[in-house]
């Protein structure tokens, strides 16, 4: 069973920047496509972005594409999103998640689940 656990999170102003780390646990972690979701109160969840289990490709949605950056270290079993020109808009609940695939990733088809990080972005 793959474990995941979201850490990172917490209130910044806009301009600003955070990091989150997605920490992976359990059977063969490193095999995993992992992505980060979002979801902002009464919004539906959101794809942000998917890495491929070597690292080697990567997805962005438009609306983080340029401000917000993914990678993995498969020696420490991590994941992270760095997020830079943070907007208000911004604001959720980020989660990460694991797929077979990035494919099934980018799709939504995915497996475990982390509990998710708030994120809140705002003066």
């Known amino acids: 069973q793959l474990q995941l656990v979201e850490s990172g999170g917490g209130l910044v102003q806009p301009g600003g920047s955070l990091r989150l780390s997605c920490a992976a646990s359990?059977?063969?972690?490193?095999?995993?496509?992992i992505g980060w979701f979002r979801q902002a109160p009464g919004k539906e969840r959101e794809g942000v972005s998917c890495i491929s289990s070597s690292g080697g490709s990567t997805h962005y949605a438009d609306s983080v594409k340029g401000r917000f950056t993914i990678s993995r270290d498969n020696a420490k079993n991590t994941v992270y999103l760095q997020m830079n020109s943070l907007k208000p808009e911004d604001t959720a609940v980020y989660y990460c998640a694991a797929a077979r695939t990035q494919a099934m990733c980018v799709n939504g088809h995915l497996g475990s689940w982390g509990q998710g990080t708030q994120v809140t972005v705002s003066s």
């Open positions: 359990g059977f063969a972690s490193n095999y995993y496509a």
